[in-house]
C-alpha cells in the first residue's frame, strides 16, 4: 500500500513539474507595442520599467558603453544599449540563459521557442527576409539568423540549429556584423 501512495505522489510530482517546466507564459508587452504589434521607439528605460512592473537595471561594458535590461518573471529578458541621452532605440529579447520556456506576446506575434524558421520566412517574405547561417562560433551554432526591415524597424531573428526563435532583435538601424 505505501508503495502505491508513494508512485502516485512520486507521479503527481512530476506531473506538475512538467506544467510548470513547459508553461507558456506572455510577455506582457502591451503598452509598449502599437497597434500592429510593433515596438514603440524611441522609450525611456523609466516608461519600460513602469510598463512591465520590473526594475530597471543599468549595467556597463568594459568600454563604458551603458545598458539596461529589464529580466521579467516569465523568464523573458529584454536587454538595451542606451542613447547619450538615456533613450532608448533598440530592444533584444531573450530567455534568461537560453531557457527552453514557451513566451509569446513579442512584437510582431512571435513567440520564442515556438516560432520557426521556415514560418518567419513565410510571414516576412514581403519584407525581403533574409536568412543566413550562424557559423560554430555564434551563440547558436549551426542554427539560423533572419533579418528584414519592416516599417522603421530592423528585426533579427536568432534560430538555433533545431529551427526554433531563441531571441530578436529590434533596432532602427542595421548593427554590424563586426560589432559585440
Given amino acids: ?3 502505491k501512495a508513494f508512485n502516485f505522489i512520486a507521479a503527481l510530482f512530476f506531473l506538475v513539474l512538467n506544467v510548470t517546466a513547459f508553461s507558456q507564459k506572455t510577455a506582457a508587452l502591451n503598452s509598449l507595442l502599437d497597434k500592429n504589434s510593433e515596438f514603440v521607439f524611441p522609450q525611456t528605460p523609466d516608461k519600460i520599467s513602469k510598463a512591465l512592473n520590473v526594475k530597471t537595471v543599468f549595467y556597463e561594458d568594459a568600454n563604458g558603453e551603458k545598458y539596461a535590461k529589464w529580466p521579467m518573471k516569465t ?3 529584454l536587454y538595451c544599449g542606451l542613447e547619450k541621452d538615456n533613450t532608448v532605440n533598440e530592444m533584444f529579447f531573450a530567455t534568461a540563459d ?3 520556456l514557451v ?3 513579442l512584437p510582431f506575434g512571435l513567440v ?3 516560432s520557426t524558421l521556415q514560418d518567419s520566412k513565410n510571414k516576412f517574405s514581403k519584407y525581403h527576409a533574409k536568412t543566413q547561417k550562424l557559423g560554430a562560433d555564434s551563440e547558436f551554432p549551426g542554427g539560423s539568423k533572419l533579418v528584414f526591415k519592416k516599417g522603421k524597424h530592423y528585426a ?3 534560430f538555433d540549429s533545431k529551427n526554433l526563435l531563441k531571441s530578436l532583435g529590434l533596432t532602427t538601424a542595421l548593427i554590424d556584423p563586426a560589432a559585440n
Avoid: C, D, I, Y
Wanted: charged share 30%; proline share 0%.
Fill in 75 to 77: 523568464g523573458l529578458e
Fill in 112 to 114: 520564442l521557442n515556438k
Fill in 156 to 158: 533579427t531573428l536568432f
Fill in 103 to 105: 513566451v509569446e506576446g
Fill in 1 to 3: 500500500m505505501k508503495t
Fill in 98 to 100: 537560453n531557457k527552453s
